[in-house]
């Protein structure tokens, strides 16, 4: 755990960070493995119509329910379609629920984070207690109410997700924010009349993208998670998509006449919030050894 | 302490105020009207007006607001539109449905998580290190409504030996708290591995192993009371995590605690319901907040909090 370069302060180059990525998963097996996990899923998800033998929405009421066989690999759901087919369509939803809000949510709580940290005063007193608001709240709670308000759809769920994540990276954000801008480059850069906001993004945002990219890595699976969550109580994705979630609830009905219905998409669910995970850990282990936990 | 103690529940009372408006202003934009949920079978439009009049939904949003802060803060809630019964009541009797399940799921992952970290720390990526380093990785990565299907399958349906859903006697709260906990169990696990870790690098670890002291007493005398501070504190804020995954462990398992008023809240439109338990569920966080701070300032001498 030997500090690969830079924890916080130092502004170094970008192909810095890629080498310090590309050094950790060299050296780091569970990282690897993650990320191999992460691009088999990416391979599947985009290959889907190529590799899927069958139409994730065609009915067949033959077969309803049918229990694993060589035809059906996961055998089929309470329509007949077949489950393999369906989850793997599935994890374009799954990666895109967790890429998209992550991002947003990155974008959104790191632009809060550095007006807030860098101004101070009154501004980041307001700013710290919206964020103390939506902290404030139990994450699915409020991811609850706010698809309550909007009504459930896909588009829906990356706005509710974005809207409970952003307020965790501010925090963070802001106090690097705080103690940058007390370093000598910015105050230099103050001296000679540059304005706030090119301030903030030449100096101040460089220095915070190693840790904004770790929270990234590491809040993919979480929103994954979420939406399985969301969609599992009816609150998500809507049928006929094939959410990994929405597919288990079924799962939950059939528990005792075709438990494999309920039980595969948890399996592909664990399986990618796994290979984020392991795959995250890798990435702030290469950027940033001083954050654990 | 008493005065910190005290400043800190005062400053809770604008985020309260934040988190009401942000409940009330997202249930209040929502099409639907509360009354036609109310009476479905129920078509006279003058009666209907009535209603309306009488809930006083007629009048303008800040009105409203104004009046549920005021009512609010009297600890009415108003009136479930589904339940027909005021929510402070329903939240009341809910509560410790809640209490009991997430009380048996922390104790759970205090009880796992904790020596899981240690051992693991203790003999870093050896290979009990990094086989509960993966169960608890596991624990974090897994949807909590799949460890419910498969604990109930596999307990309830395959084994036969505890019971599928439902809430009442204690074999009740074995899987629901198992799958609560697991989760729990994975980040406390983790958190105290760095944090051990962290601590077994500062110099005083170094003085105590250099005066001849055994790894053992090294880990139990000087390393852990240290390194489970951080730990505790996630304790505390273990709340929030807790509450969200109540929510699916209750609608599983069917246990009449908060997070199932909350799904019945919004299937069904009850929008006193859904404010009151989002009240509520902010209400614990935060003093799971507070709670934690004021733990770690009381357990660590070198945090004192100012007078003023």
């Not at chain 2, 803060?73 to 939240?91: D, F």
Request: glycine fraction near 10%; include cysteine; proline fraction near 5%.
């Amino acid at each position: 755990m030997e500090n690969t370069g830079f924890s916080n302060g130092e502004n170094l180059p970008q192909q810095g960070i890629l080498r310090d990525i590309a050094d950790a998963y060299r050296k780091n097996r569970m990282a690897a493995a993650g990320l191999t996990i992460v691009l088999l899923l990416l391979a599947g998800a985009l290959l889907a119509p190529v590799i899927s033998p069958y139409d994730p929405y065609a009915i067949d009421f033959s077969k309803v329910a049918a229990a694993p066989s060589k035809a059906h690999w996961l055998g089929t759901d309470e329509l007949g379609r077949d489950l393999l087919t369906r989850l793997i369509y599935g994890a374009r939803i799954s990666l895109a629920i967790g890429v998209v809000p992550a991002v947003i949510a990155q974008i959104v709580g790191g632009a809060v984070g550095i007006i807030s940290g860098y101004f101070g005063g009154r501004i980041d007193y307001i700013l710290m207690r919206l964020t103390d608001v939506v902290l404030a709240f139990p994450s699915l709670l409020l991811a609850m109410a706010i698809m309550y308000t909007l009504g459930g759809s896909l588009m829906n769920l990356f706005i509710a997700l974005s809207f409970v994540g952003w307020a965790s990276t501010a925090r963070v954000v802001r106090s690097l924010a705080l103690s940058l801008r007390g370093k000598e480059y910015v105050e230099a850069a103050r001296s000679i009349g540059v304005r706030n906001a090119v301030i903030m993004a030449r100096h101040i945002l460089p220095n915070c993208v190693p840790t904004m990219i770790v929270l990234l890595t590491l809040s993919i699976p979480s929103y994954i998670l979420q939406e399985a969550g969301l969609s599992f109580l009816g609150m998500g994705a809507q049928p006929p998509t094939p959410s990994w979630g929405l597919i288990a609830i079924k799962g939950k009905e059939y528990l005792l006449s075709a438990p494999w219905i309920g039980i595969a998409p948890g399996v592909f669910i664990l399986i990618t919030a796994l290979g984020f995970n392991f795959m995250g850990d890798g990435v702030r282990d290469a950027l940033d050894p001083t954050m654990k936990g | 302490m008493g005065r910190y103690i005290l400043g800190r529940l005062l400053s809770t009372v604008p985020i309260l105020i934040g988190v009401s408006a942000l409940i009330f202003f997202l249930m209040n934009v929502v099409p639907g009207d509360p009354v036609a949920v109310m009476q479905k079978d129920f078509i006279d439009p003058d009666a209907l007006e009535r209603v309306r009049a009488e809930m006083h939904l007629d009048d303008p949003l800040p009105v409203r607001y104004a009046r549920f802060l005021r009512d609010a803060a009297h600890g009415n809630l108003g009136y479930s539109y589904k339940l027909k019964r005021p929510v402070t009541g329903i939240i009341v009797a809910a509560f410790p449905n809640t209490l009991l399940l997430a009380t048996a799921a922390a104790l759970l992952s205090w009880i796992v998580g904790i020596p899981a970290g240690l051992i693991s720390a203790v003999r870093p990526n050896s290979l009990a290190d990094n086989a509960l380093m993966g169960f608890s990785l596991t624990g974090v990565s897994m949807p909590t409504f799949w460890a419910a299907l498969v604990l109930q399958y596999t307990f309830g349906v395959v084994l036969g030996v505890l019971p599928v859903a439902g809430f009442g006697s204690w074999k009740h709260l074995i899987l629901p708290a198992v799958v609560l906990g697991w989760g729990a169990s994975g980040s406390i696990a983790r958190l105290t591995r760095s944090s051990v870790l962290e601590v077994m690098r500062l110099d005083y670890i170094r003085t105590a192993r250099a005066k001849g002291l055994g790894e053992r007493g090294v880990v139990r005398v000087h390393a852990l009371k240290n390194s489970l501070l951080p730990v505790i504190t996630i304790m505390a804020i273990q709340v929030s995590s807790l509450l969200s995954g109540a929510i699916v462990t209750e609608s599983v398992f069917g246990i009449p605690g908060i997070g199932r008023l909350a799904i019945t809240a919004i299937n069904n439109r009850d929008m006193p319901l859904l404010q009151g338990t989002a009240l509520f569920g902010t209400i614990l966080v935060i003093l799971g907040n507070i709670t934690a701070d004021v733990l770690y300032a009381a357990l660590d001498p070198r945090i004192k909090y100012v007078k003023d």
